[in-house]
C-alpha cells in the first residue's frame, strides 16, 4: 500500500497482512442463570462467548431441525415464553456458517391424565384414583391451593371420610 502527503506529495510504500476468512470463529453459549429446566413456561436467558461474524440464535424442538428466532442477533438471548422441551445454538455466520454448542431447555409439565371415583354420592368409604402422566407423582391435599393441607403421596389413596373435598396435584417441579 502506499500513502501519499496531499501537500508535499512525498510517499512512502509498505505491506500489510490480511487474512480474510469465510467462516466465523465457532461461538459457545452459556446459560446466563441456573434455570435450565422450567416447571409448566418460563423464560432462559443466555450469553456467547467467542463471538465472531454476524450472530443468529436459532430453536429446535428435536435436536435436528434448528429455525432462526426473529429478531435475535445480539451476543446474548433471553427467550420467549417456552412451555416444551427446546434445544437452543448460536449461528456466527460470514461466506460461511458456523455453529456453537447447543444447550437443552427441559420444561416439565405435569398433568392429571385420569381420575377413577371423582365424584362420591352418599355415605360410606371410598378409594380415590388418579394417574399422572409419565415421569411424574399424584400428591393428595385436603384444600384448594395444592399447597397447605398435604395428605399423602401416590394413587390410590383411601383415607376418605364423605364430608371432605379432596384435590391433587402432579409434580416434580
Not at 71 to 88: A, M, Q, W
Not at 145 to 162: Q, V
Amino acid at each position: 500500500m502506499t500513502v501519499t502527503d496531499p501537500v508535499s506529495g512525498c510517499t512512502a510504500t509498505d505491506t500489510a497482512n490480511f487474512y480474510v476468512s469465510p467462516t466465523p470463529v465457532t461461538p459457545s453459549i452459556e446459560f446466563t442463570g441456573l434455570d435450565t429446566t422450567i416447571c409448566i413456561s418460563g423464560t432462559v436467558s443466555f450469553s456467547s462467548i467467542f463471538v465472531d461474524g454476524s450472530l443468529q440464535w436459532q430453536s429446535s424442538s428435536d435436536n435436528v431441525s434448528f429455525f432462526d428466532i426473529i429478531g435475535e442477533t445480539g451476543s446474548t438471548l433471553t427467550t420467549g415464553l417456552l412451555s416444551s422441551d427446546t434445544y437452543i445454538r448460536l449461528k456466527a455466520f460470514c461466506a460461511d456458517s458456523a455453529y456453537s454448542n447447543v444447550k437443552y431447555v427441559k420444561v416439565n409439565n405435569p398433568q392429571i391424565v385420569s381420575t377413577v371415583n371423582d365424584t362420591v354420592c352418599g355415605q360410606g368409604n371410598v378409594t380415590l384414583e388418579a394417574t399422572a402422566n409419565p415421569g411424574y407423582f399424584i400428591r393428595w391435599y385436603a384444600d384448594s391451593t395444592l399447597s397447605g393441607n398435604y395428605l399423602a403421596n401416590g394413587s390410590p389413596y383411601s383415607n376418605i371420610r364423605y364430608t371432605n373435598r379432596y384435590l391433587l396435584g402432579s409434580c416434580t417441579c
